[in-house]
């Protein structure tokens, strides 16, 4: 089986603005990579279409870049695809950013050509340790309008409706401060009980100071972990705060590569990483990341697009939740993906045992927002 064409799409569309600590997100964004091979099974891999706007429209250039490279190689190889285009790449592409993402997408579509080739879910092939994992629903965005009484009603809808067992909800907005997210820290857990897990998120708006007396006031409301206080890179700042910190520190989202989670860890920097297999570059590394984290004792509970998260995070006796971003953070998401995915009643998913990812994109929807 050879590769004879890598086709690049990008698809945007309106819907409401939010923001968190670090970033304001307007258009809901989406790029898809289609990659074809002479035996006519085509797969699908993206980025984007939760809540991450990127400038998707300079994707498609990588895309051009890597389809010579890629033409005639056989896509079951996918670990061969990683090496050869990933870090052997360093001088040219730098050691991550557009460059790792694109690879990503078209790592997910060689997975969901062996997938569909083998007849297998990429669950099944990553190891399916589990079949049902524990969702998380991620949101409590800033937004204007949107004072405590506002979130206090977000995160009751996502306990008692959508019945999950753990919220997220965002600070380190510099205009709000400590004490401002801690007046929604706290509105939050009293709006859902103590029962429930209370997770917040800073998107690495902080620096070591200002994240440790985050740390502090966190645990007095029982916050289960503190995602991303810092960027990556400030392993041994992280290392500091785990060390001082009563509450989890969770990060990861943003390592492109393995040796940023190997050094991350050496720093004894985090309690639980939330690998993200769009941002590094696919799934090998991604798995690559997550054996890591059994050595070290660390679980996994990866960030972003549920659909392509989950069959790693379900893949491992260590995945530990699934992040799920609901309608209420993007409209479209209620019929973008095919079949849609929704919580049990217990706030657990079950896996799809379907060849490839086992989930697809809705083109009859997309193609009414595609760009160019």
């Not at 035996?39 to 051009?64: H, S, Y």
């Not at 007849?119 to 629903?137: D, E, M």
């Not at 998913?349 to 697809?360: A, K, M, N, S």
Request: charged residues 25%.
């Amino acid at each position: 089986m050879k590769i004879i064409d890598v086709e690049s799409e990008v698809f945007e569309w309106e819907r409401p603005g939010i923001w968190n600590g670090g970033h304001f997100y307007g258009p809901g964004r989406l790029h898809k990579v289609t990659v074809k091979t002479d035996e006519g099974v085509d797969g699908f891999g993206w980025n984007g279409g939760t809540a991450a706007e990127r400038p998707l429209n300079i994707f498609p250039p990588f895309v051009e870049y890597f389809r010579d490279l890629l033409i005639g190689r056989n896509p079951m190889d996918t670990r061969a695809i990683a090496e050869d285009l990933g870090e052997k790449h360093i001088k040219i592409l730098g050691p991550g950013g557009v460059n790792t993402q694109v690879l990503a997408a078209i790592n997910i579509a060689c997975w969901d050509i062996k997938g569909k080739v083998e007849g297998k879910s990429i669950h099944k092939l990553l190891g399916g340790a589990q079949s049902r994992i524990r969702t998380y629903i991620a949101g409590g965005y800033y937004a204007e309008g949107k004072g405590l009484e506002e979130l206090q009603e977000e995160v009751r809808f996502n306990v008692y409706e959508m019945k999950a067992g753990a919220v997220k909800i965002k600070i380190g907005d510099p205009r709000v401060g400590v004490n401002g997210d801690m007046l929604r820290v706290e509105a939050a857990r009293k709006a859902i009980g103590d029962d429930v897990v209370l997770m917040a998120d800073a998107n690495c708006a902080l620096n070591l100071e200002q994240s440790l007396s985050f740390a502090e006031e966190l645990e007095k409301f029982g916050v289960y972990w503190f995602e991303e206080p810092m960027p990556i890179h400030r392993y041994k700042e992280h290392g500091i705060l785990r060390n001082r910190s009563g509450v989890k520190i969770a990060t990861g989202e943003n390592g492109y590569h393995l040796s940023h989670f190997e050094t991350l860890l050496d720093h004894a920097g985090a309690d639980i990483l939330n690998v993200d297999v769009t941002i590094c570059p696919g799934y090998d590394v991604a798995k690559d990341v997550t054996d890591l984290a059994l050595k070290k004792g660390i679980s996994i509970a990866p960030h972003g697009c549920q659909e392509l998260q989950l069959p790693l995070a379900a893949a491992i006796p260590h995945g530990e939740f699934l992040e799920y971003y609901p309608v209420a953070v993007d409209p479209l998401r209620a019929e973008m993906f095919l079949p849609r995915m929704v919580p049990d009643d217990d706030g657990y998913v079950t896996v799809p045992d379907r060849p490839g990812i086992g989930f697809e994109l809705n083109m009859d929807l997309l193609d009414m927002y595609k760009v160019g």
